[in-house]
Each structure stands twice: as C-alpha cells, then as structure tokens.
C-alpha cells in the first residue's frame, strides 16, 4: 500500500515547522562564569567550612505537590516553594557572594513557567555566575530501594533536560544531593557516575554505620556501584553530620526556629559575637574530625526553608565576615559560602582524587535511624501505589516508542507524553512511591498519574491508528482494570480487535485475559487462523474485590505467539453462539503435573507440597500466608516507615488450612484457586508453555480495628541449606549478596532481628543451595520487603496497616484505603528453580516489567476478511535481531526527527559463560520505519555530549588501577557494550518507508 508512504510523510513534514522558543537568550559562552570557577577557594592549612543554603522542597508529603507549591491550605501552613523561589532571588541579588542551592526541578519548572521575563532574567543572571547552582537536579529527589532504574533514569534524565534547554552548560548539575531518601542502592551510585556526576552527598546512613564512619574519619568515600562497571561506576561521595538542617542554633528560618540573631555592633548592649564565634568553632570541630579531608559540607536549611531568605542570608554574611580565617584550638578557619560541587571540587584540589579511606562496594540498605526504628516497612507500605507506578513505566515505554515509530510528531503529542513524564517523576520521590506520604497525597498522585495515561492514550491511539490503517484517527482503548477483571470493551462487543504490543526488543508470547461475558469466542490471527482459547472462572474473591463493577464471572485466554520486537499482532475475537468451552473442574485431584512444572497439594491442609521444574528437579516447598504484628512500644511502633514487629511473638499464621481449593484445567492453563480465609487468598498458576509458577496473591482488606495493626507475609519454606545467604536485586539490575545479622562493613548489633535483616526487593530475591547446585527465585511485579529469616526461607511482605503513626513526621496510621474500605491488593510472585536459571530469570523480569500491552478496538469492517484486507495486523518495528543480551533501553522523541536511543547490556560480568561478553552492534539497520543518520553519544543523563564531557576523577586510596577498557569502532554507527553497559546516543532519524 504505497499511500501509506506518502501520507505518512506529509504528516511528518508537517509538523517538522516547530519551533523552539526560549525565554531568556543564552550568553555567550565567556560571560559564563558558573560551575568550578565560582567555586570560593579552599586554602590550604585551614580547616574548609563549605556553608552550602538549600530549602528541601519535598514533590509531596504531608501536603500535595500543589499545596507545597502555593502553600495552602492556611491551617497546615509550611511554607510555600513560590515564595522561597522569589525570596531566595531577591536576596542573592543583594550580594553577589550568596549562594544557593536548587535541587527538584519539578518545582523549578512549575515556577519557572508562572514568571515574567524579567523575573526569568533576573534568574538566569543568578545562575550564569554561579550564585545559584542546580544540584540533584532530577525531576525529584528519587527514593533509592523501591524504584526501577529504569524510571530512575527516566526521571533524572527528564529534570536534566529542562536545565539543560533552558540553561546549557551552568544547568548542568555537578553534584548528587540524596539528602533525604532512606539508605542508599549501589545502582543509584552507578547511576549518578554513568551521568557524569562528579559526588554525591547523603543524609541517611544506618547510625552504626555513620557513628563507625565518623570514628574512623571514613565520611569520606570512592563508592563503586557496579562490579561489572568497575572505575566507571565510581562515584565521590560524602555523608552529612546530621540530617541535612542546619545545626543547632544556626538555624534562621523565621517562625519554625528559635533564631539567634547575631549582633555584630560592639557598641550594642546585646553584642553576641564572641559567644556565637565559640558556639560555632566548637561544632565545626567537632564536625571536622569526622571528615576525610580538611573540607566539611554544612548544610545551611531544613524542610521548606528560606521563605523569608534574608534572615538566613543577613546572619549567615555576618557569621562568615566575623569567623573567616580565624583560629580555633591551633587550626584555621576558612568559611565560605559554597554548594555540594564546590566542596566536591575542593576535596579533589585537597586530594588530588585519591580519597584515604576504602573502596566502598556494597550499598547502604537497611537504613536504621535508631535502635528500634529500622525503616524497612516501607519498602512494602502501599502495594497498590507501588504496582501503579510499575504499570505508569509499562505504558510510558510504550507511548514513547509508538510515537517514534509512527513519526508523528506535534507539540500536543508531546505535551501528551511529558504530562506522563512528569507524573511518573513525580512518583520516584522519596515520599511517593515509598508509601510514606499521607493517604490525601497518595490519592493525588494515582490522580496525577491516571489523568497522564489517559492524555497519552490520545497519543498511543493516533500512532496505532498510523501504523494499522494509515490514518490519524481510530479507537484503540485499553483496559486499565483487567487486574480486578473488569473491561468494558471486551464485555460490551460481541466482536473486538485486540492489538498486542510488545516494547520488548525481542520476539515474545504473551496470554491474553480478557473478562468477558459470553462463553465462547472465536480468535482469528493476522494469518486468519484460529487460536486455541480457553474460557476461566474468575476467582470467587476478585468478583467480589471493592470497586469493580463488572458482570463478567469468566476470563477469555488466549496466546499471542511470537510478537514481533518494537511492534505488534492483531487477534479478531468474535463471540460465538453455542457451548462455553470453561475449563475443566478438577477439584478433588492433587496435583496439577505437566512434563516441565508442576506442584502437589497436601489433602489436609490443602497448602502446595511438593512443586517440579525442568529437569527433574522436585523441591520440598511450604509456602504459608502470615502476619507480624506490630510493636507495642508506644515510642517506637510500626508505621508507614518503620517495620518493628512485637517482641517475643512470633509470626501468626493467616490460618491453618487452605478453607477452599478449587483446581481448573485446560489447554492453556491450570489453576489452582485458593481461599485461605477474608484476608487472603490466592491462585496458584501453570502456563503450560511457561516455565515458571505463578502465584498470583490477593491480600485485604485488612481489619482496621486491631490495635497494632496487620504486616502480611508470604513465605515459602524450602530444605535448602542457604547458610544465612540470600541474594536481592538493587532498583532491578545486578544482584546483592545478603548474609543474615551480618553488614560487610561494620559490626551490627541489634535486638529487631526481622526488621534488621529485611531489604528492598525491587524485582528478585534467591537462594541457592549449594549441595544441589539448585537455585530458587522469586520475581515480584513490584517492590516489597524481603528476607530470608531461617535456612532456606524467602518470606516477602505483601500487604500492611498500622494502628499507629512511627513519629517520622507523617503523621497518619498507615490505613491505605480505597472505595470506603481498605485496599485489597493483588499482585503476582514468579517462582523458578534449577541449575542455569539466570537467562530464564531475566527473560520473566523483563517480560513483567516491560509487558506486552493489549489495546482494544472495535472494527470498522464487519468481518474479518475485511478487516485482515483494510489494516495491517503485523508490525515490527525492528529492523535486525538483536542478540538476547541486548536490550533498547529508551527509544523516545526528543526533538523532530531527533530521537533518544539507549541500549543496554544486560548480564553482568562472570553471570554466564557465553553472555557475559563485550557485544558490537550496527545501529544504521536498527528500526524499520526510520533510518539513522547520525548518531552521537551522551553521558547516562542525555544533557551532555559524551567527548565534550569532562569529570573530576577519585580513586580509594586501596584501590588497585585498572586498565581502561576501550574498544575503538571501525565505523561510528557500530557500537560495542560490555557487561552492564548502558549507551546513550541522540540520533538524527529520516522517515523510512513501509511496507505492507
Ligand atoms: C544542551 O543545550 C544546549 C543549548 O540549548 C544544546 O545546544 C545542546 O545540544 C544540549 N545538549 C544536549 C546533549 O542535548
Ligand atoms: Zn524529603
């Protein structure tokens, strides 16, 4: 069909007139004099105090981003990011040696719209000579356990490149500033070292750790974030004294603090100088003698401050006039104001890059504040939310790649995708997808987050439409609610297209469910072929879960075979007359026992017994439902944050016995439907073509009365002999090792023997045992808490209420409510086992993250000969196949015809004999609808040019050098990855034609 061609390309050339206006004109590049250069000076013999001003402007918490943003409502009134932003202007203006820091660039922008140009100007003038310094700079200041790297790097990437527009070179942060989040992850490091960063500075280590840290001078650090990295993911970092408020009695916001003025006229009766000289020179000592180098970073702030900015400015100009260069118990003081990159840049001056304590190599998870207050809970609080966010990247990948592929490029397309940008940066906060916001915020975020992906369907339908039927108009509707079974496209229309579209890089099956109310149907393949299909009972529990609204009592399966990479199939359903074809009742039996997987049941207590994988491997496997309940320390109880269950009462069964076993059968798939009581029940899942078990659990509500709240478990008890040994994933990429009451670094000493040993699972958790050689791993399709407590147990927790708030400053019991009840969740654990089992791991983790999506539409032709004639029901997008450890990372419109290309290596140094090697590449062939011209290379952030790209360099002084690894291209367009590696590239595209 050569029309489409042509049609295609008007659409393109039309809207190619776009053009890019920006407010404030860029100086020329030798007026510029942010960055290093306006760095004050460390100098040498002195002790450097770098005073660095910071308002922490949290993207939601107690209030919404909004109510922060304007400072309403007037009864919770904590200061408001509109008057910090003009207050902090009007002072830096007054005295050019001021500086400040701005940090979330969701609030930036917000701001940054709403002014006049002056104001911009006025602005601009403050960061082109280096008073005003983006830090972190990311559209939040993201949490590091419960986040996916991919949205992670979608959310720096997307606060970067506002800087970046609107600023060049001086919008480019130097310096991490994760102040704030609770522990840290070792992706998080590698992250920040891939985008050019030059340090980070943290707030929240484990206080054993802090107080081993500060004894042995060891604040100071090179942390490496990946093995597979090496040097490459090493990254400065830097831990603060405290928390990231200014200390004690140098605190200067007007109406939180008791503020000491100083009074600096020696002729007043209330001259306070030479108190506040002593008071100062006192902490500051004691401060330095923590830090590796003689340069100690004093955060000058706290949550919401410099509202009213001069009265931190006024007294901080006095402070550093009276104080500077003095002496102090025989060392010399040199204060100055400064930002997280001048004091980065000052250690490297000092050092010369060799930092003198040691390599760091794992990462600083869990986070305990105290001796009782491990926050571990939050890894699991709020599993709806959680699950939410992992659905908004499914379809934000997915939005992104069909509207490159369909080259329909427009400024309201891409409004479209950035509100969804926005709305998932937003979630990576370290108060919004950790759950430790209060329930009103929550709700506004799932609002924030549903408006985007509805504005983006907008996009997806046009694009779909572009590439089906050549035309920008069409209904391709999705159903968002198919996790409680309810989607009125499939149950409304007798006859229906179902297009699946995978944004995997290679050819993946993916079933199909669809609520429906027929009982038997007829699914047509682009060939014209009849899929096998099999009709479901749904799950007594789910027809009944709080808000569905929906007829259906039963789900239409079928197998979408071999999706095409980058694209998709269409599958034509039509409702048949005559029987229903339901699966087969097998209540009574057993075991459910295929050639590759199967399990069996124990009759009395209806619990799995014995579960098969591949290769004649039979585990011994006890999974039960279990609740911890919370302490009664009114002090230090379970909250949103804090896990700490009651001492000295263990872990309580939900119940006993399974109270009903149903067990379905068909030709696709077996079920075994479980209810264990109200609060939980589940379905134990065989694919027939899959490898893997699922275990699709629904927890909730849970009992809201009950003093201490409820903390659901699953566990599932093997024989393995793990050795206190287990493995975790960090934000979805490499693997921990985890040893039980053990910290590779310091001693451990505690009393919360569960809470102490749990840690994020973002993606995967395992054990092996080492006499069987045998494997076992569990994916889950969120975040939660895990561990593994006795020898061969993984137990992750599923689901949590408190009766209580932990005294983090929340402020709110953890209730987590919908529809006027609490939430019942449902969510999907992934079990395999056996003895090479890392290619099949990875191939189910990225088939869960990154799913094939099921649009739904309803034909314009009435009959599928029709419809097979009018629409192209096979797409792919790429145009060669790429090996399996590679993967398209991004494909996202930047700018017309120029795209973001990311492509990862996916297995890790030493993971696997043949797929752990150094692969090359040839990006010209890549994609099927558009060629690419040029391809030029970026740090990790996509805000710089790779070869114009510069960083200061540390080493840990144990550290051995290492040999660079360099592989010279024969040609620009072939690109080599090593284990691990992620390359980013702008590329310049040219529309391709299609073919039909
Ligand atoms: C950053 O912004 C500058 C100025 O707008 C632009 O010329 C440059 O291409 C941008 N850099 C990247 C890597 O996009
Ligand atoms: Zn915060």
């Given at each position: ?114 002014q006049n140009e002056e104001t911009q100007e006025d602005f601009s003038q403050l960061v082109y000579n280096g008073q005003i310094e983006f830090t972190g700079g990311g559209w939040s200041m993201n949490d590091e356990a419960v986040t996916h790297y991919q949205s992670i790097i979608d959310q720096m990437t997307w606060g970067l490149r506002r800087l970046n ?832």
């Open positions: 069909m050569p029309q489409i061609l042509s049609r295609l390309f008007r659409i393109i050339l039309f809207f190619n007139i776009i053009c890019f206006i920006r407010a404030v004109p860029l100086p020329f590049s030798n007026d510029l004099i942010c960055g290093y250069q306006a760095c004050n000076p460390i100098k040498e013999g002195y002790i450097n105090i770098h005073l660095v001003p910071h308002s922490h402007n949290d993207v939601g918490w107690v209030k919404t981003i909004d109510q922060y943003y304007y400072g309403v409502p007037i009864e919770k009134f904590t200061g408001a990011v509109q008057y910090i932003y003009q207050s902090v202007l009007d002072s830096l203006k007054r005295n050019k040696k001021r500086k400040f820091i701005v940090v979330e660039t969701s609030y930036f922008w917000k701001w940054w719209q709403l527009d609107t600023f060049g070179d001086c919008g480019h942060p130097k310096a991490g500033w994760q102040i704030d989040p609770f522990g840290h992850s070792s992706e998080m490091a590698s992250i920040f070292a891939q985008m050019g960063y030059d340090g980070v500075i943290l707030g929240r280590i484990d206080f054993q750790d802090k107080r081993h840290r500060k004894s042995t001078r060891a604040m100071d650090m090179v942390w490496r974030g990946s093995e597979s990295l090496g040097p490459k993911s090493d990254i400065f970092t830097s831990v603060l004294f405290n928390l990231y408020d200014a200390p004690d009695t140098f605190c200067y916001e007007l109406g939180s603090c008791r503020i000491i003025s100083l009074v600096d006229d020696p002729e007043s009766p209330e001259y306070n100088m030479d108190k506040r000289e002593w008071d100062f020179f006192n902490l500051m000592d004691y401060f330095s003698r923590s830090y590796t180098t003689s340069n100690v970073l004093i955060p000058m702030g706290r949550d919401f401050g410099y509202e009213n900015a001069e009265t931190w400015f006024m007294n901080m100009d006095k402070l550093i006039n009276f104080v500077n260069g003095k002496e102090f118990n025989k060392r010399k003081y040199n204060v100055m104001y400064s930002t997280p990159a001048c004091f980065i840049y000052g250690v490297h001056n000092e050092t010369k890059g060799t930092i003198n304590t040691t390599l760091k190599t794992d990462d600083f998870f869990p986070y305990a504040s105290e001796v009782n207050k491990f926050w571990t809970g939050f890894y699991t609080s709020r599993p709806q939310l959680k699950r939410f966010e992992r659905i908004g990247n499914n379809f934000l990948q997915v939005s992104k790649q069909l509207y490159a592929l369909s080259g329909i490029y427009s400024e309201q397309r891409d409004s479209d995708l950035t509100s969804l940008r926005e709305a998932m940066g937003v979630l990576q906060h370290h108060d919004a997808i950790t759950g430790t916001e209060k329930q009103v915020v929550t709700n506004d975020y799932e609002k924030r987050l549903h408006k985007a992906i509805v504005n983006c369907e907008n996009l997806t339908n046009e694009a779909l439409s572009v590439l089906v039927k050549n035309e920008m108009h069409s209904t391709f509707g999705h159903c968002l609610l198919v996790n409680i079974s309810q989607c009125d496209y499939s149950e409304e229309n007798d006859q229906f297209v179902i297009t699946v579209y995978n944004p995997l890089s290679r050819f993946v099956n993916k079933y199909v469910r669809l609520p429906v109310l027929g009982g038997s149907y007829l699914v047509l393949d682009p060939a014209g072929d009849e899929v096998l299909t099999q009709i479901m009972p749904i799950h007594a529990k789910i027809l009944k879960m709080p808000g569905r609204e929906s007829n259906a009592t039963v789900e239409l399966l079928f197998q979408a075979k071999d999706i095409p990479p980058l694209g998709f199939k269409s599958f034509y359903v039509q409702l048949l007359k005559g029987n229903a074809t339901i699966a087969e009742d097998d209540t009574g039996k057993f075991k459910a026992n295929y050639e590759h997987i199967g399990f069996d049941i124990n009759a009395t207590t209806g619990i799995l017994g014995k579960i098969y994988f591949e290769n004649h491997i039979t585990i011994d496997l006890n999974q039960t439902f279990q609740y911890y309940i919370g302490s009664n320390d009114k002090v230090s109880p379970s909250g949103a944050y804090v896990f700490r269950p009651q001492k000295n009462t263990s872990v309580t069964n939900v119940a006993n016995k399974v109270s009903l076993n149903k067990l379905f059968k068909g030709p696709l798939v077996t079920e075994l439907q479980q209810t264990v009581n109200n609060m939980a029940s589940q379905t134990v899942r065989i694919y027939h073509e899959e490898k893997f078990l699922e275990f699709d659990w629904i927890i909730g509500p849970l009992p809201n009365y009950m003093l201490n709240g409820r903390e659901v478990i699953t566990k599932y008890s093997t024989n393995f002999n793990t050795n206190g040994i287990f493995y975790t994933d960090s934000n979805g990429r490499e693997m921990l090792k985890r040893v039980r009451d053990f910290r590779p670094t310091w001693n451990l000493s505690t009393h919360e023997l569960e809470s102490s040993n749990y840690y994020p699972v973002t993606e995967r958790i395992n054990i092996k045992d080492p006499n069987q050689d045998i494997q076992l791993s569990i994916l889950t399709d969120r975040a939660q808490g895990g561990s593994s407590l006795e020898d061969g147990d993984i137990e992750l927790m599923l689901h949590r209420n408190t009766k209580l708030d932990d005294y983090l400053g929340v402020d709110e019991e953890l209730m987590d409510w919908a529809y006027n009840t609490g939430v019942v969740v449902r969510g999907s654990h992934y079990m395999i086992a056996g003895r090479n089992i890392l290619s099949l791991e990875k191939d189910i983790a990225e088939r869960k993250l990154l799913d094939a999506w099921t649009f739904i539409s309803k034909p314009d032709e009435d009959n599928f000969l029709d419809y097979q004639r009018l629409n192209r029901m096979e797409f792919n997008g790429l145009g060669v196949v790429l090996p399996q450890n590679i993967h398209i990372l991004t494909l996202e419109p930047w700018d017309n015809f120029t795209f973001l290309l990311r492509l990862e290596h996916v297995i890790a140094k030493g993971e696997d004999v043949s797929f752990s090697q150094p692969i090359t590449i040839n990006l010209s062939e890549l994609f099927t609808t558009f060629q690419i011209i040029s391809a030029r290379e970026t740090t990790l952030g996509a805000n710089k040019w790779l070869d114009e790209s510069e960083k200061l360099s540390f080493r840990s002084i144990n550290d051995q050098p290492q040999p660079e690894l360099s592989f010279n291209s024969l040609n620009e367009m072939d690109v080599t990855l090593n284990p691990m590696e992620i390359r980013t590239f702008m590329i310049r595209t040219e529309p391709r034609i299609l073919f039909m």
